[in-house]
């Protein structure tokens, strides 16, 4: 498993490379990619997506916020719960981003065939979809 974790830090950088300009670091990408995809999407919604916890979500779109890519407001029936919607400049850099990542995985797989790549996505999803709920599986026992 070290090696998916290493391809995850090489793609946070290969990002942060093929978009200089976009003033995004490290995981940035990903939430613009999420929210621009979900506005309104609530910040737990955000956490399970990307499978981090809440406070990373809250530090991330705080960053964001700053930046002038995310907005957050209040849920309308609950005001517990925060929105992030994205901004006119997350937006505007949405294409950029989503083009980088189909970038990225285009590159990675080009050696492969393309049963070879149907086989390593259905895999790695396999394996995504396992961690995700073992993980709710030791939340919950948590509890």
Not at 47 to 57: D, E, L, M, P, T
């Amino acid at each position: 498993m070290k090696s998916i974790s290493r391809t995850h830090r090489c793609a946070n950088a290969y990002r942060a490379a093929a978009l200089p300009d976009q003033d995004l670091k490290g995981c940035q990408h990903i939430y613009i990619f999420h929210i621009c995809r979900a506005p309104g999407i609530s910040q737990e919604q955000l956490a399970q997506k990307i499978c981090v916890n809440k406070s990373s979500v809250t530090r991330q779109l705080s960053s964001l916020e700053n930046k002038g890519f995310v907005e957050r407001r209040p849920d309308a029936d609950d005001r517990r719960v925060l929105r992030a919607y994205p901004t006119e400049k997350a937006k505007a850099v949405y294409p950029a981003v989503r083009a980088c990542m189909v970038q990225w995985n285009d590159l990675l797989l080009e050696d492969f065939s393309e049963e070879e790549r149907t086989l390593i996505l259905s895999m790695l999803s396999r394996i995504a979809d396992k961690a995700v709920t073992l993980v709710k599986g030791a939340a919950e026992k948590e509890a």
